[in-house]
């Protein structure tokens, strides 16, 4: 570096600030070090949970698990990457896997979003479907007999095609 002063009041090591003076800001990178390493992985994990817990409860997936717990892993024509919406427009987009079978449909999300967020079992006797038109897209909704104030969105072609099981039943005489 050009130092054009003699003066050491003036060299270029004293015009960066040293830590241990009081009141000083210190720009190294050693000073940074333990909190992007350390504490910024903590800080992201804690703030993931958190939104994951607060969407759980927001958008009724919370309450549909106490109702609607899954035993197990369902058995029947698997979908996955698919999106709903439930309560609260809580929009699960391009992260659900739905199981449709002789017995029912199960939800769930893969484990990076899992938190709060149990598999979902619902008989097919618990669901009834009616048909709506959002922002002039065709969609179904799902309400469970016990929690009918929960609405689960569907767009209608991933509707048709998990409720093939029972014949479309749902759907001509549900709604």
């Not at 892993?73 to 079978?101: I, K, P």
Request: charged letters at 15%; a positive charge.
């Amino acid at each position: 570096m050009l130092c054009l002063s003699n003066d050491p009041a003036i060299s270029p090591t004293s015009l960066y600030p040293v830590s241990s003076r009081r009141g000083w800001y210190s720009p190294r990178v050693d000073a940074w070090t333990p909190w992007l390493f350390g504490g910024f992985p903590v800080f992201f994990g804690a703030l993931w949970l958190t939104i994951f817990a607060v969407v759980s409860r927001w958008g009724g997936w919370r309450e549909l698990a106490q109702v609607y717990p899954a035993r197990g892993t369902a058995s029947g024509e698997r979908f996955r990457w698919r999106s709903a919406q439930l309560r609260a427009g809580c929009n699960y987009n391009n992260c659900l896997t739905f199981v449709s079978g002789p017995a029912g449909l199960q939800l769930s999300l893969p484990f990076v979003f899992s938190f709060r967020h149990p598999p979902l079992f619902f008989p097919w006797s618990e669901l009834r479907a009616r048909e709506e038109t959002v922002w002039r897209i065709p969609v179904v909704v799902l309400e469970a007999a016990r929690c009918s104030h929960i609405p689960i969105k569907l767009h209608r072609g991933l509707a048709e095609r998990l409720l093939a099981p029972t014949g479309s039943a749902l759907l001509q005489g549900g709604g």
